[in-house]
């Protein structure tokens, strides 16, 4: 009997945003954060939702994250996330603080609901205090609606230096129910490993308790959001935050429900494709890059390796250039700390193989360089050290990527 693969069960809602799954509602608005975008926006469920989130391991957390946090812990249960771009209100000390508490309380008075089934998070530039009158001027403007406009509108208000919106919605069967997922999210510089200056706000009509939901999303982000890379920073404001509202009407879903490898797969499905969109669009990018590492006797380790690749500055500036010069990749595998055996590494651009236990392989510099003129590149690294895999994302290294961070400020 043919073992079903949980992917094989996952449909990709064509044109799904946020709102796709049952009981939410979106809105974005110009609150004058920035000179004409709308710089402010929130996602807002029927009821409340079941929450969890993960944060950015940065030693300087911004002011959000704590405020957050605190709205978690007091029932694990959220209905209304509210965004504002242009600001981080990171290093702001008591002030920004109280910012991000009043910015709370205003959104809880606005849609009348409990602040703590408020969570808040920013985005911006780091050490400047909030403008709370054009905070509260732009809740108050917010009238959640669910269509596409108002999932677009959110996806834009969002965004800081991305050259494009995010958004992604897939969909399951659980107990004979039909389970959306949908996602939006922001990120395109000091994207690294460990999450970045990167915001992902997942929405989900399935029915699941607030510890079996954190469970999921903590094991899914190794595997998507912290395997991505663009400059080897990591930002003070990083969250993926995700709310079940428990609207599709299925079974709790826990560790023991017969489709928990289904739901897992749905969320990893959702992250990945939201991860994968951040680092296509890195600050001056203009290819995707996937590395995949095969053959390692631990899947930390296959990552590891694989991140260390996507994030050489050398392997990222060879591919900009088309340059199947394979000595960066060993050279950044030399110094990921993970011990494995030089004489048993394979490496290919794609089906061009450059490097077969340990020894160069003649190829065409012409196939190569046209493989590398593509937008989406893929490095296969194998090894002999087991059968465990990993991948991770990022992108080229590009003369635009100095200009956008030299005058970020000005």
């Known amino acids: 009997m043919k073992i079903m693969n949980p992917v094989e069960n996952i449909q990709?809602?064509?044109?799904?945003?946020?709102?796709?799954?049952?009981?939410?509602?979106?809105?974005?608005?110009?609150?004058?954060?920035?000179?004409?975008?709308?710089?402010?926006?929130?996602?807002?469920?029927?009821?409340?939702?079941?929450c969890a989130a993960v944060y950015t391991l940065n030693t300087f957390q911004a002011a959000p994250l704590a405020v957050t946090r605190e709205s978690i812990s007091k029932e694990?249960?959220?209905?209304?996330?509210?965004?504002?771009?242009?600001?981080?209100?990171?290093?702001?000390?008591?002030?920004?603080?109280?910012?991000?508490?009043?910015?709370?309380?205003?959104?809880?008075?606005?849609?009348?609901?409990?602040?703590?089934?408020?969570?808040?998070?920013?985005?911006?530039?780091?050490?400047?205090?909030?403008?709370?009158?054009?905070?509260?001027?732009?809740?108050?403007?917010?009238?959640?609606?669910?269509?596409?406009?108002?999932?677009?509108?959110?996806?834009?208000?969002?965004?800081?230096?991305?050259?494009?919106t995010k958004n992604c919605a897939y969909e399951a069967e659980i107990d004979n129910k039909k389970v959306k997922m949908g996602g939006a999210a922001k990120g395109s510089g000091m994207i690294h490993p460990n999450m970045a200056t990167m915001l992902g706000f997942i929405t989900t009509d399935a029915a699941i308790e607030p510890a079996d939901l954190q469970a999921a999303l903590s094991a899914v982000t190794d595997e998507t959001f912290n395997q991505i890379t663009v400059d080897g920073d990591t930002s003070t404001n990083d969250m993926v935050l995700v709310m079940a509202n428990?609207?599709?009407?299925?079974?709790?879903?826990?560790?023991?429900?017969?489709?928990?490898?289904?739901?897992?797969?749905?969320?990893?499905?959702?992250?990945?494709?939201?991860?994968?969109?951040?680092?296509?669009?890195?600050?001056?990018?203009?290819?995707?890059i996937e590395v995949n590492v095969q053959?390692?006797?631990?899947?930390?380790?296959?990552?590891?390796?694989?991140?260390?690749?996507?994030?050489?500055?050398?392997?990222?500036?060879?591919?900009?250039?088309?340059?199947?010069?394979?000595?960066?990749?060993?050279?950044?595998?030399?110094?990921?700390g993970v011990e494995f055996n030089p004489d048993k590494v394979s490496i290919s651009f794609g089906d061009i193989s450059l490097l077969e236990h340990g020894r160069p392989i003649a190829f065409s510099e012409e196939k190569a360089k046209a493989y590398l003129d593509q937008d989406n590149i893929v490095i296969n690294v194998f090894l002999e050290e087991g059968d465990k895999e990993g991948t991770a994302w990022g992108c080229d290294l590009t003369y635009d990527y100095v200009k956008i961070n030299a005058s970020y400020r000005t």
Not at 305 to 334: C, E, F, H, P, Q
């Open 12 to 50: 990709h809602i064509k044109s799904g945003n946020i709102l796709s799954p049952k009981g939410y509602n979106a809105a974005g608005v110009h609150a004058g954060l920035r000179y004409s975008k709308k710089d402010m926006g929130t996602v807002i469920s029927e009821v409340p939702a079941s």
């Open 76 to 164: 694990g249960k959220i209905q209304a996330v509210v965004v504002n771009s242009a600001c981080a209100n990171a290093c702001t000390g008591e002030q920004g603080l109280a910012d991000a508490y009043e910015m709370r309380e205003a959104a809880a008075k606005k849609f009348t609901i409990p602040p703590h089934y408020v969570a808040v998070a920013s985005t911006g530039v780091i050490g400047e205090y909030m403008q709370m009158d054009k905070i509260k001027q732009g809740i108050q403007a917010m009238a959640p609606n669910n269509d596409a406009t108002s999932a677009s509108d959110f996806e834009v208000a969002i965004l800081t230096t991305d050259t494009v």
């Open 246 to 288: 428990g609207a599709a009407g299925n079974e709790p879903l826990n560790a023991e429900h017969p489709n928990w490898e289904l739901f897992l797969s749905l969320l990893r499905t959702t992250c990945e494709d939201l991860a994968k969109q951040i680092a296509k669009d890195g600050e001056g990018a203009t290819k995707l």
């Open 295 to 336: 053959g390692m006797g631990t899947k930390k380790e296959a990552r590891q390796i694989a991140k260390t690749i996507i994030g050489s500055n050398l392997v990222k500036t060879a591919v900009y250039g088309s340059d199947a010069n394979w000595g960066r990749i060993i050279g950044a595998m030399g110094r990921s």
